[in-house]
């Protein structure tokens, strides 16, 4: 069992930015591939990005990237988003998941999933 947690989320003007953590206790987070989702009010769970479980490969949805990016500590068990250059439609619930194996942009094969940090994006 791996038990998640997010935070750093809030409320920030258009062009600001916030870095999201993701906290992990339980199995060794290590050994798990993390992705961040976001979902908007009325719309489905989107993919936004992924991480490896050494670190060394990262994927990024079209829609941000070059403007958000993922890391990992592994010694303190903690997965990051900075996200940069942020615009009202980055407005959502972003949830953290970890699975076994590859990283993945498809929610449906993560097993562990975080309870969700709030990020509004003011015009």
């Known amino acids: 069992q791996v038990q998640l947690v997010e935070s750093g989320g809030g409320l920030v003007q258009a062009g600001g930015s916030l870095k999201l953590s993701c906290a992990a206790s339980?199995?060794?987070?290590?050994?798990?591939?993390v992705g961040w989702f976001r979902q908007a009010p009325g719309k489905e769970r989107d993919f936004v990005a992924a991480?490896?479980?050494?670190?060394?490969?990262?994927y990024y949805s079209d829609s941000v990237r070059g403007r958000f990016t993922i890391s990992r500590d592994n010694a303190n068990n903690i997965v990051y988003l900075q996200m940069n250059s942020l615009q009202p439609e980055d407005t959502a619930v972003y949830y953290c998941?970890?699975?076994?194996?590859?990283?993945?942009?498809?929610?449906?094969?993560?097993?562990?999933w975080g309870q969700g940090t709030q990020v509004t994006v003011s015009s």
């Open positions: 998941a970890c699975k076994g194996g590859l990283s993945s942009r498809y929610s449906q094969e993560y097993d562990y």
């Open positions: 991480i490896s479980r050494g670190g060394l490969a990262t």
């Open positions: 339980g199995r060794t987070s290590s050994t798990y591939a």
